[in-house]
């Protein structure tokens, strides 16, 4: 049973930065491409940022320069480091993985709330 678990969200002010991470179990972790996404209520869940199993990334263009994803396969864990956080950023992070064979994010995590004061 694939399990993902986001943590390390949480309030911070405009400007600062948080560090999310995603332990996954029940997967070969290294043959996932991975994901984060966030949704706010009422909104549509919108693509963050992805690592490719074969470590190649993309972003967002509204977090391009700011956010970093890595992953560590040795821990089975992925990361955000989520830097210069603007209000816009608050949101529900959901971290996804997606099986090589497959063409989309099918496994998720619980979410983890990040809130950006002004």
């Known amino acids: 049973q694939v399990q993902l678990v986001e943590s390390g969200g949480g309030l911070v002010q405009a400007g600062g930065s948080l560090r999310l991470s995603c332990a996954a179990s029940?997967?070969?972790?290294?043959?996932?491409?991975m994901g984060w996404f966030r949704q706010v209520a009422g909104k549509e869940r919108e693509f963050v940022a992805r690592?490719?199993?074969?470590?190649?990334?993309s972003y967002a263009d509204s977090v391009k320069g700011r956010f970093v994803i890595s992953r560590d396969n040795a821990k089975n864990t992925l990361y955000l480091e989520m830097n210069s956080l603007k209000p816009e950023d608050t949101a529900v992070y959901y971290c996804?993985?997606?099986?090589?064979?497959?063409?989309?994010?099918?496994?998720w995590g619980q979410g983890t709330q990040v809130t950006v004061s002004s």
């Open positions: 996804a993985a997606r099986a090589k064979s497959s063409d989309r994010f099918d496994k």
């Open positions: 029940g997967l070969t972790f290294g043959s996932y491409s």
């Open positions: 690592i490719l199993w074969i470590g190649t990334t």
